[in-house]
């Protein structure tokens, strides 16, 4: 008696209609489906807004074990040797840098992003998002930082959905941008989606982008984005931002099917550091919810390479997340300096050392470490470039120059530099814009005055020598001189523009003016369009100074940030954008070295009667001394 073989069987049942009976032959798998993926555990290891810092900070002041302790802060080759022993130990790591890389330090303004490159090589992110100051000099320089950084041995991905270059650009030169809007990765047999988001706003208006690189709306391309990976199976979905964690915060809420967002922008610290004496602005990593209610992870890694953040995203089968944890860790070196009984830091005994390394070693939320010998070997071969170049001596002070924003404004910026004490309180305001403005109209041949916003003058001078690394500290972006030809009346509605711009607008007191060859009266408590009066102009051969004629046509030199109608001076902008200017290409930082070499090396305060502010009337109606 023959037995019939199962499948047949089946078969047989099915053709007769007994489904009943199927029931019971469904004893087999079917080998065709997929297994179902196991949940997926993602630890991500991130940095932003670095700022070409790569040399730790010296001498920062914490509360190490209830004691006010200096230590080295920070340095990219500590980031290095964390980043790499993240490598080594955890299982499907991502790296990401959320932007903001370059712009800030003499690695940038003589390098121009190659010094950051090949350190950013020692880490090999998987992804680069754009910040806004990847732009400050234009999709040209932009570009050539990018093929530095991505190179044979360390292919970091570029990623931004809302950047879109003219094609031919530098960063679309054969029509296809040289980034893309997202970067796919798979753990475990796992997909994640990585979309970069950059802010557009603020790289549009504080930035120098091309005029045909266009930035489109965060969220909306955010969500277009998404959608797409999701029509393509990827269930995990984390963005790469560079906008601020506020609105990171909102972004999310937002959005349907994002995970996970890592930002920059905003310099925030995330977690609780309060017993190490810094203040945060929220948990790490911070916990929200998107459009559909599910659980988002947002996390940020402070600033200048001082924060080494490693958050770890739990996934569940359905792609959603279980649960995110982590740390933003404060990084520092093992040098530890306490007051001793004069009042005076000094470096702390062996068994001190020994003894708060192994506390500290406890505590998840700092790290000391050692920097990674590579990293260190190639950061070593700019510094010795950087320090020669700021070593070189080109001039004394004889008297401090005060820095100050506003007159009349609360703060002093210049604590601590002796013959400052008061600055913030007189009505001729910052010292150090002015002698920035006197060397830019110096530098002109044809230019009646010159104009220069407060915030774009950095720090006070002290008495003493003064040294290239004093002129790209008082002066450190790479703004060149524009020579703008504009009526008395331009001129004087740019001065309006200027304070209206934080006094109206709530934005930036940076903004506020000061000049050479130009002075005012300006009272603060008066409306927009009649804070000004008296507004003079200095005859250069001559010196005699006469009222502002606002029919005249007068040349004006300026940085070309403010002349292309940054900071809110508008009308500079409106007579750039008319063709009415020239651009010099002198580099502003230069251009004031120049000028002190010329002068013999000696500078000082001007006359009281060449300071822009010859009178000033505070908020309250209150004239300043």
Same mark, same amino acid.
């Given at each position: ?44 290891a ?10 730790? !900070? ?13 230590? #080295?802060?920070?340095g ?18 991502l ?9 800030g ?48 041995d ?13 094609? /031919? ?9 040289? +980034? ?19 802010? *557009?706003?603020?790289?549009?208006? =504080? ?9 489109l ?61 810094l ?5 790490y990593?911070?916990?929200?919810? @998107? ?5 988002v992870? !947002?996390?940020?890694?402070? #600033? ?8 770890n ?12 944890a982590? @740390? ?6 093992d ?7 004069? /009042? ?32 260190? /070997? ?28 506003v007159?009349?404004?609360?703060? $002093?910026?210049?604590g ?7 600055? @913030? ?11 920035? *403005? ?8 044809? *230019? ?10 950095? &720090? ?9 690394? &004093? ?24 001065l ?5 711009n934080?006094?109206? $607008?709530a =934005? ?19 409306a ?5 009066? $008296? ?33 809110g ?13 020239? $651009? ?28 822009? +502010? ?12």
């Amino acid at each position: 008696m023959f037995l019939r073989p199962l499948r047949p069987l089946c078969h047989l049942l099915a053709a007769a209609g007994l489904v009943a009976a199927l029931g019971a032959c469904s004893t087999r798998p079917d080998l065709t489906a997929p297994p179902t993926p196991a949940p997926l555990t993602l630890t991500i290891a991130h940095l932003n807004d670095h700022h070409s810092q790569l040399e730790p !900070i010296p001498a920062v002041e914490l509360v190490l074990d209830g004691v006010a302790t200096q230590v #080295e802060l920070g340095g990219f080759a500590r980031q290095t040797t964390l980043f790499q022993q993240a490598t080594a130990e955890k299982k499907n790591l991502l790296k990401l840098h959320a932007g903001d890389a370059v712009t800030g330090t003499l690695y940038y303004t003589f390098f121009k992003g190659e010094a950051d490159a090949r350190m950013m090589n020692t880490v090999c992110f998987d992804a680069f998002g754009y910040g806004n100051h990847e732009f400050d000099d234009g999709d040209g320089v932009l570009k050539n930082f990018l093929d530095q950084l991505y190179t044979a041995d360390c292919q970091t991905a570029i990623v931004s959905a809302n950047v879109v270059p003219a094609a /031919g650009s530098p960063l679309a030169p054969s029509g296809t941008p040289v +980034h893309k809007p997202y970067l796919v990765k798979t753990y475990d047999g796992v997909k994640v989606g990585i979309i970069g988001i950059d802010v *557009a706003g603020k790289t549009k208006a =504080s930035s120098r982008p091309l005029a045909g690189t266009q930035f489109l709306d965060e969220t909306t391309t955010a969500q277009k984005y998404i959608d797409e990976l999701k029509g393509q199976g990827v269930k995990h979905i984390v963005l790469l931002t560079h906008q601020g964690y506020d609105a990171d915060k909102k972004l999310a809420a937002a959005l349907t099917d994002v995970d996970v967002i890592i930002g920059g922008d905003s310099h925030t610290l995330l977690g609780d550091f309060a017993s190490f004496g810094l203040s945060s602005s929220g948990a790490y990593p911070t916990v929200v919810k @998107n459009k559909d209610g599910g659980t988002v992870c !947002i996390g940020q890694s402070w #600033e200048y390479s001082k924060v080494f953040s490693l958050m770890n995203v739990k996934f569940d089968t359905q792609g959603a997340v279980a649960s995110c944890a982590g @740390n933003a860790s404060v990084v520092i070196g093992d040098s530890f300096k306490r007051k001793n009984a004069a /009042g005076t830091f000094v470096a702390v005994d062996d068994a001190t050392k020994v003894a708060l390394t192994a506390k500290l070693a406890t505590d998840p939320r700092i790290k000391v470490t050692t920097p990674n010998t590579i990293a260190a /070997g190639v950061l070593a071969g700019y510094t010795v470039q950087v320090e020669a170049q700021k070593a070189k001596v080109i001039g004394t002070a004889t008297e401090a120059l005060c820095l100050v924003r506003v007159p009349g404004e609360t703060t $002093n910026r210049s604590g601590g530099i002796a013959g400052c004490e008061t600055a @913030n309180t007189l009505a001729r305001g910052s010292d150090a814009a002015q002698v920035v *403005a006197e060397a830019f109209l110096a530098a002109s041949k044809r *230019a009646h005055f010159a104009l220069q916003n407060a915030g774009g003058v950095r &720090t006070p001078i002290s008495s003493g020598t003064l040294t290239m690394n &004093t002129a790209f500290t008082v002066l450190p972006f790479s703004n060149v001189l524009v020579e703008l030809n504009m009526t008395g009346a331009q001129v004087v509605q740019a001065l309006e523009d200027a304070v209206a711009n934080y006094r109206d $607008n709530a =934005s930036s007191d940076g903004s506020h003016p000061y000049a050479a060859g130009l002075r005012w009266h300006l009272d603060l408590s008066k409306a927009r369009g009649s804070r000004f009066s $008296n507004v003079e102009v200095k005859d250069r051969t001559s010196g005699v100074w006469s009222a502002i004629d606002p029919a005249k046509t007068y040349t004006l030199v300026t940085n070309d940030f403010i002349a292309t109608g940054k900071d809110g001076y508008t009308t500079l902008g409106q007579v750039y954008t008319a063709g009415n200017y020239v $651009n010099t290409y002198l580099l502003y930082t230069q251009t004031f070295a120049d000028w002190l070499v010329a002068r013999g090396g000696t500078v000082s305060r001007p006359a009281a009667g060449d300071y822009s +502010h010859q009178k000033v009337i505070g908020v309250a109606g209150v004239a300043l001394p």
